[in-house]
């Protein structure tokens, strides 16, 4: 039977002496005591309330509704508020899921030669308004690195059940991520870069609103913005009143995080109406509302693959029908006075341009009376 030389030997006995020492050194660290249980370790603390026990249900059952609504649901010529050989802009209804809208995008599609159909930008289920659909790879590529790089100006119009705010216009700079129980929620600005429970990491968020109207009126003009930056303990809240007015308001948000205008409503003391996960008015007046009163005004952006737009050359999407009555029948002039929990709805007809400048670009554009919006 052969035996090992010397030189391996010895190396041999060397490496199994590492190995051992390694082991007992792990084993000594793993018994030795924490400051804190393992349950309890330094994570992050989000700021934000989570969700109420009852959304669980209600979420589900709109969630459903949602699912049969959207299997039935295709794109018309109605829908498109823009389109091209690359791109095309629709307005996605609420209660629709994204998936529904692209897969009946080919119905609709002028002549193109190009058929690889992507969503470029994602809505909530119960979140209505403007999306982009790109016609190939290579234009969704584009502005996939457009929306990383925040090169898309967006902004939506919220509804909201709350007390009055303090101010005409202010900026929230916080943190965003996910609680140990799944919950996106709002955390402090100071936490961004932290890991928390499940190993993703708290990210930047960072929102500008403006105040549209409070019960039908405009706010008077300020030139003033406040900016709040989100620190530790309970949320500042930035509201007067009752917490019984209609407040409307228009976000832009700065990144783009996921049920981020929500998150940032709910802190403000604003939290969107029919938004029952954020704590939002889901009933009011002996009604009860079936989604969240949120809706992607417009999406503004330099054309991928045209190039070389100047500050008029902007493609500008705006579609501004929120739907505030949540029925299929609604009409466009809903009287107040009709009874106590009737309101009136009173929309400018829409007023839609669409042309080229001097440059050849396509712009469509949508315009609305936000003053009466809502009631």
């Given at each position: 039977m052969s035996t090992a030389s010397p030189p391996l030997l010895v190396r041999n006995l060397l490496s199994a002496k590492q190995n051992t020492l390694f082991r007992q050194l792990h084993i000594k660290a793993m018994e030795a005591p924490h400051d804190l249980p393992i349950t309890d370790l330094d994570y992050p603390k989000p700021i934000s309330a989570p969700p109420p026990p009852i959304s669980k249900d209600i979420e589900l059952k709109r969630a459903i509704e949602a699912s049969s609504k959207s299997t039935l649901f295709n794109l018309?010529?109605?829908?498109?508020?823009?389109?091209?050989?690359?791109?095309?802009?629709?307005?996605?209804?609420?209660?629709?899921?994204?998936?529904?809208?692209?897969?009946?995008?080919?119905?609709?599609?002028?002549?193109?030669?190009?058929?690889?159909?992507?969503?470029?930008?994602?809505?909530?289920?119960?979140?209505?308004?403007?999306?982009?659909?790109?016609?190939?790879?290579?234009?969704?590529?584009?502005?996939?690195k457009a929306f990383t790089e925040h090169k898309?100006?967006?902004?939506?119009?919220?509804?909201?059940?709350?007390?009055?705010?303090?101010?005409?216009?202010?900026?929230?700079?916080?943190?965003?991520?996910?609680?140990?129980?799944?919950?996106?929620?709002?955390?402090?600005?100071?936490?961004?870069?932290?890991?928390?429970?499940?190993?993703?990491?708290?990210?930047?968020?960072?929102?500008?609103f403006e105040v549209v109207s409070i019960n039908g009126e405009n706010p008077q003009p300020s030139e003033s913005e406040s900016i709040i930056v989100v620190e530790g303990g309970e949320p500042e809240l930035s509201c007067v009143g009752d917490g019984d007015d209609v407040v409307v308001v228009r976000a832009f948000p700065q990144s783009g995080r996921t049920h981020q205008i929500r998150l940032h409503c709910q802190y403000l003391g604003i939290p969107i109406r029919g938004d029952v996960k954020y704590h939002g008015m889901y009933k009011w007046r002996g009604r009860t509302f079936e989604g969240h009163e949120l809706h992607a005004e417009s999406l503004s952006?330099?054309?991928?693959?045209?190039?070389?737009?100047?500050?008029?050359?902007?493609?500008?999407?705006?579609?501004?029908?929120?739907?505030?009555?949540?029925?299929?029948?609604?009409?466009?002039?809903?009287?107040?006075?009709?009874?106590?929990?009737?309101?009136?709805v009173k929309k400018t007809s829409k007023a839609a341009t669409k042309g080229q400048n001097k440059d050849g670009i396509v712009f469509l554009k949508d315009t609305f009376n936000s003053s009466t919006l809502f009631y």
């Open positions: 018309t010529t109605d829908h498109v508020l823009y389109q091209d050989e690359w791109l095309m802009a629709v307005n996605k209804p609420k209660g629709v899921y994204c998936e529904s809208v692209l897969s009946s995008a080919p119905n609709i599609i002028l002549d193109s030669s190009l058929n690889e159909f992507h969503l470029a930008n994602r809505l909530d289920r119960d979140t209505s308004g403007v999306m982009l659909i790109t016609k190939s790879h290579k234009v969704a590529a584009k502005l996939v898309i100006r967006k902004s939506y119009i919220a509804l909201s059940i709350a007390p009055s705010p303090n101010w005409s216009k202010i900026t929230i700079k916080s943190g965003h991520g996910r609680s140990k129980h799944g919950a996106w929620r709002v955390y402090a600005a100071l936490d961004v870069g932290k890991v928390l429970p499940g190993g993703s990491f708290v990210r930047d968020m960072e929102t500008t952006l330099d054309h991928p693959i045209t190039g070389n737009i100047d500050a008029e050359g902007e493609l500008e999407f705006d579609c501004s029908s929120l739907d505030t009555n949540d029925s299929d029948n609604e009409s466009d002039d809903v009287d107040l006075n009709t009874s106590e929990h009737d309101r009136s």
